[in-house]
């Protein structure tokens, strides 16, 4: 894995997404190169093209040092604010072993005594080598994605991640260990229409992990995320090609849907945004100016 090292100008990066006000990126790339990532356009940045996603890390080796300034400079009124780590990086991929920005991110947070939720998200259990710094945080939860209980699957799409399996294992600690946990259940994969029993399992896992809620969100399809999961799909089977091709319509959102609401209710789960997510909604909300 190539990794450079490179220096952030800014840290706190104002967000697009739904529940966050701010997003933290230590990294630009990563190294789990899942073949779904909507983050692959981040290459524009450093020249890299969306095809080479997963084989390249830069990392931003100042980012505790720059947060430290910049969170001297927010009001009170800001400090409100909910900041996401991270939206188009893994926060604890394989480099953070060694450069641990994000551990120093969070310490920067806890010295700040920073009262707004800090919400970290992951595919990694390298996280729980940080739960000391965790627990020193105000108003902190830890959410891992999750797409599968199958982890031949898992390590199918997400390349180099931790096992499916692992990061079920990583909530219940998380939760044991007295941090507020959540479950971020996206991309949600296509052929669950076709096979309810196997996203039954996958939810009933994150109610025995004993998180606090769930996000569910559709498989978002655009062209350049598109081109890069066919890429990668095109020695699988006609009918499983095919399954993916057709959740871009509306029809399949909506058969997944009523079967998302149905087991979230056998399971006793909470769906934090009352519904499942679908990338080109939350977008068209987005103030133009902020784009
Ligand atoms: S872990 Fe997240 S950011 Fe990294 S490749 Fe997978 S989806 Fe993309």
Redesign the pocket.
Same mark, same amino acid.
């Given at each position: 894995m190539q990794v450079k090292e490179i220096k952030a100008r800014t840290i706190l990066i104002r967000s697009r997404l739904p529940d966050a006000d701010y997003a933290i990126n230590p990294y630009i790339g990563?190294e789990? #190169?899942?073949l779904?990532?909507?983050?692959?356009f981040m290459g524009r940045f450093v020249n890299e093209p969306i095809a080479n996603? #997963?084989n390249y890390v830069y990392a931003k080796t100042n980012a505790p040092q720059v947060l430290r300034k910049e969170l001297k400079r927010l009001g009170s009124a800001q400090k409100e604010s909910t900041i996401f780590i991270?939206s188009?990086?893994?926060p604890y991929?394989g480099a953070e072993a060694k450069y641990k920005l994000t551990r120093g991110v969070l310490e920067v947070l806890a010295e700040d005594r920073y009262p707004g939720e800090v919400g970290i998200q992951t595919?990694s259990s390298m996280v729980l080598r940080d739960i000391g710094v965790l627990k020193q945080m105000r108003n902190v939860e830890v959410g891992m994605?999750v797409t599968t209980t199958d982890d031949a699957l898992g390590r199918f799409l997400?390349v180099r991640?931790t096992q499916s399996s692992v990061r079920f294992s990583t909530l219940r600690r998380l939760h044991d260990e007295g941090i507020r946990t959540y479950a971020f259940v996206g991309p949600l994969l296509p052929h669950f229409r076709y096979k309810p029993a196997l996203l039954d399992a996958l939810f009933g896992a994150l109610s025995e992990a004993k998180v606090s809620y769930i996000y569910v969100e559709h498989i978002n399809l655009k062209g350049y995320i598109r081109e890069r999961l066919f890429e990668g799909l095109k020695n699988e089977p006609e009918e499983v090609r095919n399954v993916y091709k057709e959740a871009r319509e509306q029809g399949h959102r909506e058969a997944l849907d009523k079967i998302v609401g149905e087991l979230i209710e056998k399971h006793g789960l909470h769906l934090r945004t009352g519904q499942v997510l679908y990338h080109d909604d939350y977008m068209k909300a987005w103030p133009k100016q902020l784009d």
């Open positions: 990563c789990f #190169g899942c779904y990532c909507y983050a692959s996603w #997963g991270s188009v990086t893994d991929q595919k994605t997400e991640a």
